[in-house]
Every structure is written in structure tokens, then in C-alpha cells.
């Protein structure tokens, strides 16, 4: 019987001169090996709750607060070069990183490994001594762990609150739509605010490992699911009409968004809405919540 033929070639000189060339080197970003940080992590995902829900128990008649019985262990890797920054704001970094649980949450929300997520930390501006405050000739500068740890809460429980009012807002639409006999004659985006945790680190965690008891968290950061569409401005603090113009993208979600502020307004008796609406086109993020000076007269 003959034995089949075997194919064979001999590589091209010129292409294999090239990919040993290039392949034989080790020009390493060093740079980039040492901007990227790993963490093990306690992290506490933030809820979504109805804001029915919410009134009807006393028990949640308070901020957003962290609960290490509901806290789910892990790893998050930070890329903290500034070159590759997604965004600085006035207050926050943003960050591109990797969030990883090693007990799947019941939001989507590190429920696979590695998953790319938004990491934010607040800042300040260094400037460099004597010279000017120039808005640009600044370097980020982080806060200690006392004055950062409340900034970080902050954040976290306006973004637990828009998102209840986001859903109330819905739900008022929603009961709307269902009662009325004619069905409405334009589309009603569908958004929502972005799955998100505090995650804090601390020295002696270990993954897998959970303590009731953790001490103080050598940092802390605001981890949110990552938006991949533009980023769009919709609805400035300052100003309740849409930021664009009709002829931009993202036109028609502004107006529905100036829409469901005096859905808020109205129906929480003007005690609160949600401004700073800004995001992709289905994801919303960093939002402000305003409350009239009754809310904390008391």
C-alpha cells in the first residue's frame, strides 16, 4: 500500500528574514506593565429598587450603604496611565479595567471572568508650585483613603437614587400607556442607568476570602459596566432643556429624558428629579439628583 504524500514547502527566505525580525525582539512595553494595577476586592453591587418599594420599608429609608453579607469577592485590574484614560471629568477619572467575581452577582455585572468595565476615582488638581492655576498644567491627585471613602458613597447612592426615579418614571409611563385606548404615536426609548459597585481593596482579602469584619479599605473605587456607544451630553445640571439640537443624534432620547424630569417633578410632589442626564444611547450614567430645600429642612 503507498503512503500518501506528505505536502512539505519550504518558507518563503524574505518573509521569515521579517517575522524573525520582528518576532525575535524584545522591545516590551515596560511603561504599560507598570500602570496596570490588580486589586482583590470586596465589591458591593448597587441596586435597583422601586421607589414604592423603597417607601413601603422602613428598613430602606436611608442611603445607599454597603452590606458585607451581599459583597462578593474578586479581582479588578485598573489601567491607571493617563494616556489611557476614558475620561476626566471635573471630579472623576474613568478608567478602563477588568472586573472579576468569583461568585457570580445576580446583576450582569461581573458575571463572567475579565469582564471590561469603567473604573472611577475621584481627584483633585495638583499644580505644579508657584505657578497659576491653569486649567490645563495640572497633574490628578488622589485623595486619602478618609476623604475619598465619602466621595465614592456619594456617588454611589445618587446613582441608587436616579435609578429608582428612572424606574418610577417608567412605571408612571408605563400605567400611562396601559389605560390609555390609543396607542402613543411616537417611540419611547427604552433607558436605563448603568449596572455599577463600590469596590473597595483591602490589604489582607484574599480572593475567596470574606470577612464580617474588614478594616479600612486601602482604596476604593466606583465600577461600572462599560458603555461602548458615543458618549452624549443630553441634559445639562444647570439647564432643563436639551443640550442638542434637533438635527443631532440622540435628539429625540433628550427630549424624552426632559420628559421623565417633570414625570419626577410632578409626581414627587416637586421634591425631586434627576438631572445631568448624559450616556450612550441606551445606557445612562454620572447623574445628579436635585431635591428641593424642603427634603433637608427638617
Known amino acids: 500500500m503507498a503512503s500518501a504524500n506528505v505536502g512539505?514547502?519550504?518558507?518563503?527566505?524574505?518573509?521569515?528574514?521579517e517575522v524573525l525580525q520582528s518576532g525575535g525582539t524584545t522591545d516590551i512595553d515596560v511603561r504599560q506593565m507598570l500602570t496596570i494595577q490588580h486589586e482583590n476586592i470586596e465589591f458591593f453591587p448597587i441596586p435597583t429598587r422601586p421607589l414604592s418599594v423603597i417607601l413601603d420599608d422602613p428598613k430602606l429609608h436611608a442611603a445607599f450603604r454597603t452590606d458585607?453579607?451581599?459583597?462578593?469577592?474578586?479581582?479588578?485590574?485598573v489601567q491607571t496611565s493617563t494616556d489611557d484614560m476614558l475620561g476626566v471629568g471635573g471630579f472623576k477619572t474613568a478608567h478602563p479595567g477588568f472586573l472579576t467575581l468569583l461568585s457570580a452577582p445576580e446583576i450582569p455585572l461581573g458575571s463572567r471572568p475579565r469582564q471590561k468595565v469603567a473604573?472611577?476615582?475621584?481627584?483633585y488638581k495638583k499644580?505644579?508650585?508657584g505657578s497659576s492655576t491653569n486649567p490645563i498644567n495640572f497633574s490628578i491627585g488622589r485623595y486619602t483613603i478618609s476623604d475619598e471613602l465619602p466621595k465614592l458613597f456619594r456617588e454611589a447612592n445618587v446613582l441608587y437614587w436616579a435609578r429608582s426615579l428612572l424606574t418610577f418614571a417608567y412605571e408612571y409611563i408605563d400605567h400611562c400607556v396601559a389605560n390609555s385606548s390609543d396607542t402613543p404615536p411616537f417611540h419611547i426609548p427604552r433607558l436605563r442607568f448603568v449596572e455599577a459597585g463600590l469596590a473597595l481593596s483591602h490589604d489582607h482579602t484574599q480572593p475567596g476570602h470574606k470577612s464580617k469584619s474588614l478594616t479600612m479599605p486601602r482604596a476604593g473605587y466606583l465600577v461600572e459596566e462599560l458603555i461602548t456607544d458615543d458618549f452624549i451630553k443630553?441634559?445639562?445640571?444647570?439647564?432643563c432643556n436639551p443640550m442638542l439640537d434637533p438635527y443631532e443624534v440622540g435628539y429625540e432620547i433628550a427630549e424624552f429624558l426632559a420628559c421623565t424630569q417633570h414625570?419626577?417633578?410632578?409626581?414627587?410632589g416637586g421634591l425631586a428629579f434627576i438631572s445631568d442626564y448624559?450616556?450612550?444611547?441606551?445606557?445612562?450614567?454620572?447623574?445628579?439628583?436635585?431635591?428641593?430645600?424642603?427634603v433637608i429642612s427638617f
Open 8 to 17: 512539505f514547502r519550504s518558507p518563503d527566505r524574505e518573509q521569515l528574514r
Open 127 to 129: 499644580y505644579p508650585p
Open 234 to 239: 443630553y441634559i445639562h445640571n444647570m439647564d
Open 263 to 268: 414625570i419626577q417633578f410632578a409626581k414627587t
Open 68 to 77: 458585607t453579607e451581599l459583597s462578593h469577592s474578586g479581582r479588578l485590574t
Open 119 to 123: 473604573v472611577k476615582r475621584p481627584f
Open 278 to 294: 448624559q450616556g450612550g444611547l441606551e445606557i445612562l450614567s454620572d447623574p445628579q439628583v436635585l431635591t428641593h430645600p424642603y
